[in-house]
Structures are given as C-alpha cells and as structure tokens.
C-alpha cells in the first residue's frame, strides 16, 4: 500500500459536515465511505481546459483521463491548501502560476472502480483557476500524460468513449461550468 493510502482523510455526512476520519485505504474499501476531497480545473488563456491521464500505479482509475488533479485534505485542513499541494506534487505547478483557486460548488458522487474494486464516495470540492505562467511537468507516479482540450470538444471525447474518462469528470466540468464556456 502506497504512503498515501496510509493518510487520514476526513469522513463527512450527506450534507458535508465532518463527522471522522480513516485512512484513504479504508474510504476506499466498498462500500466505500463518504468522505472530503477536490478536483482541480484548470483553464488556459484560450478557454480550454487540462486533463491529465492518472498514471497507471494510481488504486483507483488508473490510467484514465481526469481534471487537472484531484485529492483529499486531510481532516482539518483547508481544502483550497490541499489542492495547492497537490497540484504542485502531482503537476509541479504552484499558485504563483495561477490565478486564485475558486470554489465553484461541491459534487458529492459515488463510483466503483471495476479494475480494482475500490470506490470513491466523495464530497467533492470543485476548484477553478486559470494557468497564467509555466508548463506542467508531472510526477510519473501520479500523472502519465496531460492535453489541454476545448470543453465542446471534450463533452463530445467523453460521449463518445466514457471509460477512457473518469467517471466523476463530467460531474466536475458541469459544477466548474466548463460545459457554458464556448469552443475555443
């Protein structure tokens, strides 16, 4: 089990007060247990947006297209901190690099990863900024591949072949209102 699997993240009820905390590994285990977390969406100057594929060591959907990264913050820790981090650790890309990371809702969800078995019950935070400087450079252990991709463009990628995607992806771009922003 990877050392983040080893960290706690905060268990919240249906209406995302918190309530506890377990491990990543144990929220993950089916049933799986609701729990905080974040997606990330990035936009460039053009309106389009980053993707990334999640590496293929990943324990849950490996190897498919997401936002721009995702994760949990730890019990107590500020949600908007917590995906600074990880999209420095998993894009080495800072906050310096974007305009201020924005709340643009929560999308609570539930999916069962067939390759693994593990499932995601999450209240998800769904964070927006725009890359203002720098190119991503990932971390192999966390991103495979990154594009940038026109929202029109992706909503019909994603129709077209929907288990090369995330399955919380189109919930986040409808929360992130990616889906309002024309073709660019």
């Not at 959907?61 to 019990?75: D, I, K, V, Y």
């Not at 709340?103 to 593990?118: I, K, L, W």
């Not at 929202?151 to 919380?168: C, D, E, K, V």
Request: include cysteine.
């Amino acid at each position: 089990m990877s050392g983040r699997e080893h960290m706690l993240v905060e268990l919240v009820d249906e209406t995302g007060t918190a309530v506890g905390a377990c491990s990543v590994a144990e929220a993950h285990n089916a049933p799986g247990q609701r729990h905080r977390a974040f997606s990330v969406l990035l936009y460039d100057s053009a309106g389009r947006v980053l993707l990334q594929r999640r590496a293929a060591v990943k324990t849950r959907f490996a190897s498919r297209w997401s936002n721009t990264c995702c994760g949990h913050p730890e019990p107590g820790e500020d949600t908007l901190a917590a995906a600074a981090r990880r999209l420095s650790a998993e894009l080495g890309l800072t906050t310096d690099h974007t305009t201020p990371l924005t709340e643009t809702g929560v999308f609570p969800y539930q999916a069962a990863d067939p390759g693994s078995g593990r499932v995601e019950l999450e209240w998800d935070h769904v964070l927006v900024a725009t890359l203002t400087s720098g190119t991503p450079t990932p971390d192999e252990t966390e991103v495979s591949d990154y594009i940038w991709v026109s929202p029109a463009s992706l909503r019909g990628q994603i129709a077209a072949n929907p288990g090369a995607y995330t399955p919380w992806l189109p919930g986040v771009l409808e929360v992130a209102g990616a889906w309002d922003t024309s073709d660019g």
